[in-house]
């Protein structure tokens, strides 16, 4: 069945929940049309609201068999696109590690909220390190430790967490990206993992477009 894919996004620069089904729809390969919406202007929630029931961003359009389906919400997104892609291997196909690699994209999901306050996603810029406080240094800890985990378990299988990219490497680019913006260093394993998710091309293609939007 033919079928027509629209990404709604939000700004590059600072959308992060956004980048995270972009990468997922570009590792899929499918064609798509984007919409990008400026965030932080007063017309920001009636533009997403046109094309968003939630009134957030990303949100994915389906047009399939006469219907028009919008999926919101970033982690639905992916798992839409992994159901219907199979081949992209989002998940990984071992049962126990895609187990594992969905406890991680959803403890990134409903987690870190001091990290993602401190340390919000401007994915185009270079900035000092902030004073962080017990809650954010507890956060990035947690982070650190679980890609040291995975990686320590599925490294050599082809350098993302779960070997393959997959689900939770979409999950966690964003966070990859503060720690570059805000210069948090890394131990080397998980600066290799950090360069590796910085040079895919659906990566830089993002981050060229939010150079753009700064006017750099
Ligand atoms: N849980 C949602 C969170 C989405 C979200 O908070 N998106 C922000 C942009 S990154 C948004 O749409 N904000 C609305 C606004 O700025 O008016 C998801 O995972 O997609």
């Known amino acids: ?23 997922a729809m570009r590792a899929t390969g499918a064609a798509f049309q984007e919409v990008v919406i400026a965030l932080n202007r007063t017309q920001t929630h009636s533009d997403i609201l046109r094309h968003s029931p939630s009134g957030k961003v ?7 068999g006469g219907e028009v389906v919008t999926v919101f919400d970033s982690l639905a997104i992916c798992e839409t696109l992994a159901e219907r892609h199979k081949e992209a291997g ?6 126990l590690a895609r187990a594992r690699a969905r406890a991680y994209a959803c ?3 409903a987690g870190f909220a001091s990290l993602r306050k401190t340390l919000p996603m401007q994915i185009a810029s270079r900035l000092p390190t902030p004073e962080l406080s017990d809650e954010v240094r507890q956060d990035i800890a947690r982070v650190t430790a679980a ?13 993302f967490l779960f070997g393959r990219f997959s689900i939770a490497d ?20 998980l600066a290799q993992y ?12 993002w981050i ?3 150079r753009k939007e700064l006017g750099a």
């Open 147 to 159: 890609w040291e985990e995975a990686l320590l378990h599925h490294d050599k299988d082809g350098g």
């Open 58 to 64: 990303p949100a994915l359009k389906i047009e399939e």
């Open 1 to 23: 069945m033919t079928f027509r894919y629209t990404l709604v996004v939000g700004s590059k620069q600072l959308s992060s929940w956004s980048l995270r089904p972009y990468l």
């Open 170 to 189: 979409c999950m966690y680019a964003p966070v990859v990206s503060r720690f570059v913006t805000y210069d948090i260093s890394l131990p080397p394993r």
């Open 107 to 109: 403890e990134m999901h």
């Open 208 to 210: 060229e477009a939010a």
């Open 194 to 205: 950090s360069e590796r998710i910085m040079a895919l091309a659906s990566m830089q293609d």
């Open 90 to 95: 989002l998940w990984p196909d071992a049962p």
